[in-house]
């Protein structure tokens, strides 16, 4: 599959605008902006968002993003959201608006690096676990503490942890998944305060997917990552 040239039809452009009009207005009045998750989609879905004024675009493959980042609009703020491996950060540090899913003291030091490298500070959140699931990526608390606290005493000039990142066990007990973004929405607040420094700013709490949305707004969600609503289905055929 060539990402670049794919091209999609009339319908399903306009299927994606009124999608993305669907979900500005259900985040109308809470404090959480669209990141529309594009990943496996071809640049031409990302435009068709685009002229609708979407400009928070998410992807999770380092390759795919690169070639969409080099061919797409310049003003449009990229967030990789997925696993990263370290050894591809040096990819995606000249231009990455903000990366969601930090989940190992290794990887920050290697996103601290790389920034420094490209002459800008990086905008991080670190992923904590908070499912029941034990495949899911992410810290712990303690983990979480240590990379704050060292955070704080200096050990990473070159990025601001803006926030945290979590993903709800794949559950449809609704009450289940409200208590681990509250949860979430707590140790943000808490962490907030005390790690406070230039480089420590928790205001941002990255939660939220098309199936669990609502029990992320109300838990006080400032970015949800909406793919599948959006652009359909995802295939993942060979690529
Ligand atoms: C794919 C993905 C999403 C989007 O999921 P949908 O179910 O398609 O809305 C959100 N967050 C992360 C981390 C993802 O990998």
Redesign the pocket.
Known sequence: MDIITEIISPFERQRIQQQISLYKQKLKGSSARLVA?S?TKPLEAVLAAYETGQRDF?E?YVQELVSKWKDGPTDIRWHF??HLQSNKVKFIAPFIYMI??VDSFRLLAEIDKQAAKAGRQIQVLLQLFIAQEETKFGLDEAEAVDVLSAAKAGRFPNVIIAGLMG?ASNTDDSRVVKAEFDRMARLKNKWSTEYACPTVQLTELSMG???DLDQALAAGSTMV?????IFGA?NYGPQ
């Open positions: 998750v990943k998410g999770n959201i997925g969601h899913g993903m997917m098309t199936n990552r909406i793919g599948t609503a995802r």
